[in-house]
């Protein structure tokens, strides 16, 4: 087959430089200007239809499972199950031999980062579209080569003498040869040696992480000026001489010790930047001139009030303006890609890098281009119009994506007020280090508000001042610090709120340490054929008699992993994956924890292995167990379930798909999940959403759920053809690779009736690999416990049930009979007269402790949340209320203190006394109060706590005064107390203790009088 493909492709002849197309055409020189859509479809029809090639959609930027990555930043991420072995053996990613497509890349963040240098140049991108094909144990070096050198030339008519090729040089170090077979390959096609060049580790062997699959790779590199020799600007960062063309030849595994290992197949990489080759097959040096960025580039400029885009960089764009029509064209791409595929802008991983890329657009459009408001959102056609027909979701999401950028950019532009003000307030500080701004603050801007570091620099320069940037750097460095060693279980309701939406499981981020098979040992397990683990018995249970009776299971050891090799035998304490002929167990997938139990060793039945987590590779189930005895190969296990475990995370995955049918129902059906995850104790549903639920909405889901379980509807779980499965009428699905044969899970109704819309009737039904209650009245009860938007337009619900949630139901009832009886004895309405309105200082300031401490307690018990918002919206008034009524005791008492002062002393210059209360907010009315009757006086008024034995200070002094500060006077009488104090030139307060207050007064008035003798 291979032969015959290389034999078929067309011969390298023509005259130099004057090269056949696919159409007949000749071309000298540069290539034909031929329109992006043109070079696309051109790719694709070009492997699809000639070489056999299956077409794959890209998948979403959000990768799939994969925690190591904040975006798809390589056409090869969706297909890592394959490179690593563990791709499900019944899905149809396991049967792709031959597979082309055009991937949504993003690089932004992580290891590959661009954002930074997007605008300086004419070619950078945070998003980009990446042309690949990928032979998966099918062809590899020679008709990979001769498919890539026949596309560029003959069919897009480039010049082979603008082409030079890269090759693997070998590395001496690492023990590896030069890459002879791929240098041969070239020759052979007619390439000149002077065009032929090899290259190190760094340039030309690909590696897909610190370990796993890698290989060799060679380079296909355009001279964009031709008729010279190019080949010293290969790989020398030459604008003119650029790579287009990557093709990876996986060869080799990296090992855990970083030796090389045959891989048993062999596997072809290649990809190409769609932007790239615009840019070459219409005769540009810039990306940004291409038929991808021009339309954009107009449509800014129509809104803006500057020149037209002029392609300046550097020096010659003075005002910045080119930089910016670069930087805007480019990240409204990375933005409608990154919101249709469900990521928005937000405060952690993906999203916080998304809100950057927002941010910075919006600065550049408003304060470059003098563009207004709005701008941003306004050019989302024309990018649908470029992309949307290869990519729908941007048309069916266009709405969606104005929206998120037009609210995200309001917010900003308000953080932008308030860190103007916040700025102007720290400058007019006294205390504030002329020239200097505190670092402290920067960094509060940059986390509380979202202001890119730079643009506080940018701020500040304007008023000719500079951040204390070592101060900032320690500040930076400590953040990161904390906030690696931050963990977000999955199982604390609370936590759970605040984790990332594309954070994984606990459980599976425990288990990516574990011992888990890697790609060499699932090659040996099939090549020593032994059969995939069968694992049908986790749906072997059934209903007797309202109890749910689980299998027993009996399986025999086929192959042990000890986390480097598969071993005949483990000795004891030995931690190892164990594969079973069969199992009972349910491993980790489909957002729902694995199973948990033991082994017993047939005829060693009291000697128990723990299951310590159960995970899938390549069809293959591997129990990860510490070994309690040796165990060997041939071994016979009986495997005992945990039975209320299971049972709990089968009621929260069954309540999962009617929550998610309930949320369709109530909302609308533009809800779409975006991820879950089912465990033990409480399930986690992500969604899209405009905005939180209201009270009304929260009670109607909850509803909807109580009136499916209440109806106890069988729950059916049926396998069908993936096609026909995806027929199914009003069938929800989420972004995976899913087997075929899919199961469909459906609640009332069995999925064969739900098919060619044999029925109108509404239901919950979803393709779903968990195990499911079999009716629907086991769930019991359903309360959500939480509900908050983790950044703009996608909100997480954290729901329990059964026992959990009637607990949470009685929660809420005991508190909202408190918010009741506070709120009676707040307004008077009590019928004991102990109990009454406030009438003293000290009453009020206990009901106002009361709903502060009640407050905490409606925030963070487990009790409904449409509850919970009801009673913050009551407590809130409350407070506002009891505040006020604070306040106005609190000025009355102060008017009585005040008055007694003056009859005392009359209206000196420096007053210095006591004054009898226990609130610090008194001792401050008061001085206020004194000082507006003698506003030339130096007042300080002194009070004795009596329950903390402390001494409460406050003072002011006359406006201008010459002789001393509020802050200077307060500071240094409370620090001769033992205590703090702070304030401005005016007022001040503090405190600090004293069993003397009138030794305190003394030396306070002793201090003021120095100052005013100077």
Not at 543 to 564: I, M, N, S
Not at 651 to 674: C, D, E, I, Y
Request: charged residues 20%; hydrophobic residues 35%.
């Amino acid at each position: 087959m291979s032969r015959q493909l290389i034999r078929g492709l067309r011969p390298l002849g023509g005259p130099p430089g004057l090269l056949p197309t696919a159409s007949g055409r000749f071309f000298g020189g540069s290539a034909p200007e031929l329109p992006a859509v043109q070079v696309r479809s051109t790719f694709l029809d070009f492997f699809r239809q000639k070489h056999g090639h299956l077409l794959v959609p890209s998948s979403p930027v959000r990768p799939r499972g994969d925690p190591s990555l904040l975006f798809v930043n390589a056409g090869m991420n969706q297909f890592k199950p394959i490179f690593l072995g563990t791709a499900d053996p019944r899905s149809p990613m396991a049967s792709y031999r031959r597979v082309v497509n055009s991937q949504k890349c993003v690089r932004a963040g992580g290891k590959h980062n661009d954002l930074d240098d997007v605008g300086r140049d004419t070619y950078h991108h945070t998003f980009f579209e990446m042309l690949g094909t990928w032979s998966f144990g099918d062809y590899f070096k020679e008709e990979a080569c001769r498919m890539a050198w026949s596309l560029l030339t003959e069919h897009y008519g480039i010049s082979a003498d603008r082409l030079y090729v890269s090759y693997f040089g070998g590395d001496a170090a690492s023990g590896l040869q030069s890459d002879e077979e791929t240098r041969h390959i070239w020759l052979d096609m007619g390439v000149p040696p002077g065009h032929l060049l090899p290259f190190g580790l760094k340039e030309n062997f690909w590696e897909m992480g610190d370990s796993g699959p890698c290989g060799p790779c060679t380079e296909i590199h355009y001279d964009h000026v031709g008729g010279r020799d190019a080949a010293k600007l290969v790989n020398a960062n030459s604008p003119d001489v650029v790579e287009i063309w990557n093709l990876v030849f996986m060869q080799y595994n990296r090992e855990a010790d970083l030796s090389l290992r045959r891989l048993p197949q062999f596997s072809v990489d290649t990809g190409m930047g769609l932007e790239r080759l615009v840019s070459v097959l219409q005769g540009k040096r810039s990306t940004y001139d291409t038929d991808l960025f021009t339309p954009l580039l107009h449509a800014l400029h129509q809104r803006s009030r500057v020149a037209p885009y002029g392609g300046r960089t550097g020096s010659e764009d003075q005002d910045r303006v080119d930089l910016a029509y670069r930087v805007v064209a480019d990240h409204i791409r990375t933005l409608s890609v990154c919101i249709a595929d469900g990521v928005h802008p937000g405060m952690s991983g993906a999203e916080l890098v998304l809100r950057r890329i927002l941010r910075r657009a919006v600065r550049f459009c408003m304060e470059v281009l003098q563009a207004p408001q709005g701008t941003l959102a306004s050019l989302v056609p024309t990018v649908t119009h470029l992309l949307g027909d290869v990519y729908p979701e941007l048309h069916r999401e266009a709405d969606q994506i104005v929206d998120v950028i037009n609210e995200n950019e309001a917010q900003f532009l308000l953080s932008l007020q308030q860190g103007s003000r916040l700025i102007q307030r720290t400058l007019c500080r006294k205390d504030y280090k002329h020239g200097v701004f505190p670092a402290s603050v920067a960094w509060s801007l940059h986390r509380d508000l979202g202001f890119p570091l730079d643009l506080v620099d940018l701020m500040l320069e304007d008023r000719g001042v500079q951040v204390d940037r070592q101060e900032l750097d320690r500040i930076i460095a400590e953040n990161h610090k904390v906030m690696s060693s931050v963990t977000c279980p999955v199982s604390q309701v609370m936590s759970s709120v605040t984790c990332p939406v594309s954070q994984v499981s606990s459980e599976q981020a425990g288990a990516d340490l574990s011992v888990m098979l890697d790609v060499l040992s699932l090659a040996e397990l099939q090549r020593l054929g032994v059969p995939h683990t069968d694992d049908s018995l986790k749906y072997g249970y059934r209903l007797e008699k309202d109890r749910y009776e689980f299998p027993t299971c009996r399986a025999t050891v086929l192959a042990l992993y000890d986390g480097e090799a598969l071993v005949s035998e483990v000795p004891e304490g030995r931690r190892c994956g164990v594969v079973l002929d069969l199992t009972c167990f349910y491993s980790e997938q489909g957002g729902q924890s694995h199973d948990r139990g033991y082994f017993t060793r047939h005829g060693l039945q009291d000697v128990v292995f723990p299951v310590e987590a159960v995970l899938r590779a390549g069809g293959y189930v591997v129990h990860q167990v510490t070994a309690a005895d040796s165990l060997e190969t041939g071994d016979q296990v009986h495997l005992h379930l945990d039975q209320v475990h299971r049972m709990s995370c089968m009621v929260k995955h069954t309540a999962t798909h009617l929550l998610n049918f309930a949320l369709k129902k109530v909302l609308g059906s533009s809800v779409q999940q975006r991820g879950s995850h089912v465990s033990a104790d409480r399930l986690r549903f992500d969604f899209t959403v405009k905005g939180s639920l209201s009270v009304s909405q929260l009670q109607q889901v909850e509803r909807c759920v109580s009136d499916m379980v209440t109806a106890n509807q069988i729950v059916h779980s049926q396998e069908l053809p993936l096609q026909r499965a995806k027929s199914i009428r009003g069938l929800r699905t989420v972004d995976e690779v899913y087997p075929d044969p899919v199961r469909v899970v459906s609640v009332g109704l069995p999925a064969s009736e739900l098919l060619d819309h044999q029925t109108d009737r509404e239901t919950s039904v979803e393709l779903c690999c968990g195990t499911h209650l079999l009716r629907t009245g086991d769930i019991e009860d359903l309360v959500i416990v939480s509900e908050r938007q983790m950044v703009k337009g996608i909100s997480r619900v954290i729901a329990v049930t059964g026992r959990e949630a009637a607990r949470a139901r009685e929660a809420g009832q005991v508190l909202s009979q408190d918010v009741d009886s506070l709120a009676a004895r707040l307004t008077g309405s009590a019928p004991s007269s102990l109990d009454s309105a406030p009438s003293s200082l000290d009453s009020a300031q206990r009901l106002s402790k009361e709903v502060g401490v009640l407050s905490d307690a409606v925030d963070s018990t487990l009790i409904p949340q449409w509850q919970r918002s009801e009673l913050q919206a009551r407590l809130k008034a409350l407070q506002r209320s009891s505040n006020t009524t604070v306040r106005k005791l609190e000025t009355r008492e102060a008017a009585v203190r005040a008055q007694a002062l003056l009859e005392k002393n009359g209206r000196k210059e420096l007053l210095v006394d006591s004054v009898e209360t226990d609130y610090l907010s008194v001792v401050m009315k008061t001085v206020n109060q004194l000082s507006s009757v003698a506003p030339l006086s130096h007042v300080m008024l002194l009070a004795h706590q009596q329950h903390s034995g402390k001494v409460l200070c406050a003072c002011q002094v006359p406006k201008d005064s010459p002789w001393i500060a509020a802050s200077d006077w307060a500071v240094a009488v409370c620090r001769h107390l033992g205590g703090s104090a702070g304030g401005s030139a005016l007022v001040a307060k503090g405190t600090g203790t004293s069993s003397d207050i009138s030794k305190a007064l003394r030396w306070a008035e002793q201090f003021a009088r120095q100052k005013t003798q100077r």
